[in-house]
């Protein structure tokens, strides 16, 4: 999994030019939170006290605040007057130089930030901050350079897992309600608080410094665990030793949530991930979670700790979260892994430039740009002044401005501090051009020999087969680096399969999955002459090739689908149940197939549509209901609760879709009839829709 999946977001630094101008005058340091949230209503009944700290006299105070009910505001314990916008609360009396305290009621219904997924019986709540601001759910500062001490209390049903940042103090039952405190003790931006409430079960273990480490899953998922959080200890230990620095909190957590917006979040001491990563042996070798795991960890040091001032400095986070989490991958997989990910970010950083025009240090600079380019500006930077003086620089960077906002020169001021090196040039070429320094990057690349075996057998693309064959087979009997003999594969895919007999033996032998599924993937449509060969990679240990190779063979040989169909009845695969849906599919779509089980094939594909599950799952299920019947309008009632969905990609799916089928007279009779089954939000949302003039 490459990281960049991660979260396609900029960072607002500053968003409220009044609240950064009060940072001179007004110090906030402590909050103490309290929270009871309503999964029904989506709503959070809410009460904070801030410890602040008047330095000098100022007019108005300014919280950020987005649409959010205010009951009451008390300074000093004293009743006081108040104003707020749908943006903004203010405070203009009732304070006094030096130290007060502010407590403020309210509740709130957010908009985003606060998510609110599954069904009453069985459901999660869990926030994003960053890039969606917290002052929905919370009066705070969308400013990432007002840092407080944040502690949690939160109320709710005895039966959930109740998770927020630091350590937890103490569980309190009452009334089948259960009550969780949990207590910070260093400052950190408001953008990094979280809560996640949830159905889950713990697992513990400790770092090598005796860290606490938990670990959630669902009940149902416990089977996973070593599998989804595998490496997470080795992961921990490699890096508080590489960073040089010991992890800067008293506790780290990691849970995943459903239908979560980006891969991971690195909230302080609890970073949430996508519930995509939950995932058994065979999943495993398809997609994990040890590089997400790496990089949101990493931002522990690299963003939580020492934060950014402002956007144009964001690589120091996600620059550094990519390199270090690559530098533990290569603690695990090896050099040659290192170096290839390395290749794939310079070759997207290549194709991207022609487009993509900002350079690390802007504030408009891409996702692309502040991750993968930024790790790639690290790793130079390193070549150049060496790894000793490259982590010294890092070490005192990170302990010098510990709980902090820096920017670039600070970073570089430290480099130039532990070596002889003079930054400007770097800073010129690396930072401050757009354009990526191929020529330095491919120096660096080519000084590993896989990389320059690999570049060579690309050369060969447009060689005859007759004239490579020979060399190719011995690359593939060798210990080559299993990218360069991917490479070969691939190059194979356009080859006629009568002409590949020798290269299929070879692959048949061979027990590396990545190899034999870049084989499936290169060969073109199945035909008897290797009918067999084929057939086997339906035993292979990945969900992907098994997918590939079910709806090949089942396209292929029709005299064979009840055959092939009884052999994968049991598929389930991914989270998003992607075999499962498949078979489903491919049965309702076999004539004579279990005749008797047609409709219970069909109403189970049809329940994944529905409330309850992941939105990739109802979207897949939805694709194949259409694929099976293009006017099957027992979909339309999923395809309208699409609209409020607040992933942005299930949205457009649904739309799409919506509007394309509403060129036709008699689909628009069709959601006329079901609005009044649909709740408010849903109706709404598609009365939009139907609104809308036709295309033309």
């Known amino acids: 999994m490459k990281i960049l999946k991660l979260c396609f977001f900029t960072l607002l630094y500053l968003t409220s030019s009044n609240i950064t101008a009060q940072n001179k005058n007004v110090d906030f340091i402590a909050a103490d939170i309290f929270l009871q949230p ?20 100022t007019d108005t105070i300014y919280l950020d605040a987005q649409n959010i009910d205010f009951q009451s505001v ?7 007057g108040f104003a707020s916008t749908n943006k903004q609360l203010k405070l203009f009396k009732g304070y006094r130089k030096g130290k007060n305290f502010v407590e403020i009621l309210y509740k709130t219904k957010p908009k985003q930030t606060v998510y609110f997924t599954g069904t009453p019986n069985k459901h999660q709540i869990w926030t994003q901050g960053q890039g969606k601001y917290t002052s929905h759910w919370l009066p705070s500062f969308d400013d990432v350079n007002e840092k407080l001490i944040f502690n949690t209390t939160i109320t709710y049903p005895e039966s959930y897992i109740v998770l927020s940042n630091g350590q937890l103090i103490n569980t309190k039952l009452e009334n089948g309600l ?6 910070m003790t260093e400052p950190m931006s408001s953008y990094l608080l979280m809560f996640a409430i949830g159905d889950y079960i713990k697992f513990t273990e400790k770092t090598e410094n005796n860290t606490p480490l938990e670990f959630y899953l669902k009940p149902e998922d416990a089977s996973k665990y070593n ?7 080795q992961i921990f230990n490699f890096l508080e030793n590489e960073i040089g620095v010991k992890y800067p909190w008293h506790v780290y957590r990691q849970v995943p949530v459903d239908d979560f917006l980006y891969a991971g979040m690195e909230n302080t ?22 590089n997400v795991n790496a990089h949101e960890l990493a931002h522990q040091w690299f963003g939580n700790f020492v934060t950014a001032k402002e956007s144009k400095h964001h690589w120091l986070q996600e620059g550094f979260a990519t390199y270090y989490a690559l530098l533990a991958e290569r603690a695990i997989f090896g050099e040659n892994y290192f170096n290839f990910e390395l290749y794939d970010m310079a070759e997207a950083l290549i194709r991207a430039q022609k487009s993509d025009k900002e350079p690390i240090l802007s504030a408009k600079a891409s996702s692309l740009t502040f991750y993968k380019k930024g790790a790639w500006a690290l790793h130079y930077l390193q070549s150049k002044i060496g790894k000793a003086a490259f982590n010294l620089a890092v070490k005192n960077y990170l302990e010098k401005y510990r709980f902090q906002n820096v920017d670039t020169d600070q970073f570089l001021a430290e480099v130039e501090n532990v ?33 320059s075996q690999y570049l060579e057998i690309g050369k060969k693309y447009e060689v005859d087969l007759k004239d490579k064959k020979q060399e190719f087979i011995t690359i593939l009997n060798s210990d080559a680096y299993i990218n360069c003999k991917e490479e070969v594969v691939y190059q194979l895919g356009k080859e006629n399969p009568t002409e590949l007999n020798d290269f299929f033996t070879i692959i ?11 084989f499936i993937r290169s060969l073109g449509k199945v035909t008897a002459d290797y009918k067999e060969f084929y057939k086997q990679f339906l035993n292979d240990s990945s969900y992907v090739t098994q997918e590939i190779v079910l709806k090949n063979m089942w396209s292929a040989f029709p005299e064979d689908r009840e055959n092939l169909l009884q052999t994968t009845q049991n598929w389930i695969g991914f989270n998003d149940k992607n075999l499962r849906i498949t078979w489903l599919t491919l049965a309702l779509a076999t004539p004579d197939y279990k005749q008797d089980q047609k409709v219970l094939f069909y109403d189970e594909l049809l329940k994944y549509t529905q409330l309850g599950y992941e939105s990739t799952t109802r ?46 007279d008699k689909y628009r009779e069709y959601y006329q009839s079901i609005l009044m089954d649909l709740n408010n939000d849903v109706k709404n949302s598609l009365e939009r829709i139907l609104q809308e003039k036709p295309s033309s």
């Open 38 to 57: 309503n999964f029904e209503k989506k709503e959070i009944h809410a009460k904070v006290v801030y410890e602040f700290e008047v330095k000098k006299n």
């Open 74 to 80: 008390k300074i000093n314990n004293k009743t006081v």
């Open 178 to 183: 259960k009550t969780w405190s949990y207590k």
């Open 227 to 233: 599998t989804t959080y595998k490496y997470s200890v």
């Open 269 to 290: 001491t609890a970073t949430v991930f996508s519930q995509d990563y939950v995932v058994d042996a065979i999943g495993f070798n398809d997609k994990n979670y040890l």
């Open 419 to 451: 070596s002889n090196y003079e930054t400007t040039d770097f800073k010129k070429r690396w930072l401050n051009s757009a354009e990526f320094q191929t020529e330095d990057a491919f120096q660096i690349l080519t000084q590993n020999k896989s990389i």
């Open 508 to 518: 048949s032998n061979s027990s590396n999955l990545k190899l034999r599924q870049a």
């Open 619 to 664: 979207q897949y299920a939805i694709m194949n209901l259409l694929y099976l019947n293009a006017n099957d309008t027992n979909v339309l009632k999923s395809l309208a609760n699409g609209l409020v969905h607040h992933k942005w990609q299930f949205v457009k799916f649904s739309k799409d879709i919506i509007r394309n089928q509403l060129e036709k």
